[in-house]
T-cell receptor
Framework: GAVVSQHPSRVICKSGTSVKIECRSL??????MFWYRQFPKQSLMLMAT?????????EQGVEKDKFLINHASLTLSTLTVTSAHPEDSSFYIC??????????FGPGTRLLVL | KQEVTQIPAALSVPEGENLVLNCSFT??????LQWFRQDPGKGLTSLLL?????REQTSGRLNASLDKSSGRSTLYIAASQPGDSATYLC????????????FGQGTELSVKP
């Protein structure tokens, strides 16, 4: 149990377009999901905390209008990178909490903006 | 503000060696500490989780210790194998912040056959 999926696993897009990444908890309900970004050879940096039915809480320095987060149900959170630019190219990982405070991580999405 | 540091940043050892990875954190008010493994281009695999009240956890060839008062944790890997090659990340769950994790920058381990 406690499986988290992400879709797509890889995406390549042109500069200026928007990209949506989905994070799903497959076998449990997650009231809270987290979105992280990881640049090459660096650690995971928390971008935002996504709570079902309410607005996401963004970390300092993360633009909420650029990284739109929607947590529409207890099993799905989406991250939309709007007007993507090459500097947004990164590895995006989500996680979900199933009770308590243990996070279960998705496999990640590799975004490349040309 | 909680900061997590891992030393060394990279480590290369011959197969069979025992090794220790280090993690330190600045604020002892943590809920728990976790060690993760990350293979290149992949997500995270949770290895060990130590609650703040615990001193260590063991799983197979892995042993993780926690000294909350000094802000340190170690991950001990016994009899290393080439398949252990990966990046190892430690992360602390910040107390009373809804499960927020703060990650260290990781140790990239290479075990040579």
């Amino acid at each position: 149990g406690a499986v988290v999926s992400q879709h797509p696993s890889r995406v390549i897009c042109k500069s200026g377009t928007s990209v949506k990444i989905e994070c799903r908890s497959l076998d449990f309900q997650a009231t809270t999901m987290f979105w992280y970004r990881q640049f090459p050879k660096q650690s995971l940096m928390l971008m935002a905390t996504s709570n079902e039915g309410s607005k996401a809480t963004y970390e300092q320095g993360v633009e909420k209008d650029k990284f739109l987060i929607n947590h529409a149900s207890l099993t799905l959170s989406t991250l939309t990178v709007t007007s993507a630019h090459p500097e947004d190219s990164s590895f995006y990982i989500c996680s979900a909490i199933r009770g308590g405070e243990t996070q279960y991580f998705g496999p990640g999405t590799r975004l490349l903006v040309l | 503000k909680q900061e997590v540091t891992q030393i060394p940043a990279a480590l290369s050892v011959p197969e069979g060696e025992n090794l220790v990875l280090n993690c330190s954190f600045t604020d002892s008010a943590i809920y728990n500490l976790q060690w993760f493994r990350q293979d290149p281009g992949k997500g995270l695999t949770s290895l060990l989780l130590i609650q703040s009240s615990q001193r260590e956890q063991t799983s197979g060839r892995l042993n993780a210790s926690l000294d909350k008062s000094s802000g340190r944790s170690t991950l001990y890997i016994a009899a290393s194998q080439p398949g252990d090659s990966a990046t190892y990340l430690c992360a602390v769950t910040v107390y009373n912040q809804g499960g927020k994790l703060i990650f260290g920058q990781g140790t990239e381990l290479s075990v040579k056959p």
